[in-house]
């Protein structure tokens, strides 16, 4: 895509490249407008994180999970289920696929003080719409 796109990496590219991006023949067009958006993403959740905008994150990440699921195409149903029992959880910012998809594991954002019962939730719900459980790895605070 790089190559097609004359760049050395999709980096050096902004949303504003997206009708370029999206000439690319498929599956090249919805990888490279994955990476150029997430990009976008990640330094637009830097910028809510750094002024305080807790609830400017959870749309990122909501969008972060679709391009990964659509245009990477690395979620699978179970990690889709779980995103969205997350993010109708109480007390849940944002949930998105983490890892290197295909399975794996989801990350949550929660309120720090809500985020222990949050997981529990979580996983009992995930529990009683698919009868398989899930594992919480840990929660914690990070400033």
């Known amino acids: 895509?790089?190559?097609?796109?004359?760049?050395?990496?999709?980096?050096?590219?902004g949303p504003e490249n997206l009708p370029r991006i999206d000439r690319l023949p498929d599956p090249l067009c919805r990888r490279a407008r994955h990476v150029?958006?997430?990009?976008?993403?990640?330094?637009?959740?830097?910028?809510a994180l750094a002024r305080g905008q807790l609830d400017?994150?959870?749309p990122l990440m909501a969008a972060s999970h679709q391009s990964l699921r659509?245009?990477?195409?690395v979620s699978v149903p179970e990690i889709d289920l779980l995103v969205n029992i997350a993010t109708a959880t109480?007390?849940?910012?944002?949930?998105?696929l983490t890892g290197g998809g295909f399975g794996g594991a989801v990350v949550v954002l929660?309120?720090?003080?809500?985020?222990s019962a949050c997981g529990a939730?979580?996983?009992?719900?995930?529990q009683l719409r698919?009868?398989?459980?899930?594992?919480?790895?840990?929660?914690?605070?990070v400033d």
């Open 1 to 13: 895509a790089s190559r097609l796109l004359g760049v050395r990496e999709l980096g050096e590219l």
């Open 36 to 47: 150029v958006t997430e990009n976008a993403r990640v330094l637009a959740f830097r910028q």
């Open 56 to 58: 400017d994150l959870g």
């Open 70 to 73: 659509d245009d990477y195409q």
């Open 90 to 96: 109480p007390g849940v910012l944002g949930a998105r």
């Open 110 to 115: 929660a309120a720090a003080e809500k985020a």
């Open 121 to 126: 939730s979580i996983a009992d719900a995930y």
């Open 130 to 141: 698919t009868e398989r459980a899930a594992t919480i790895i840990g929660t914690g605070r």
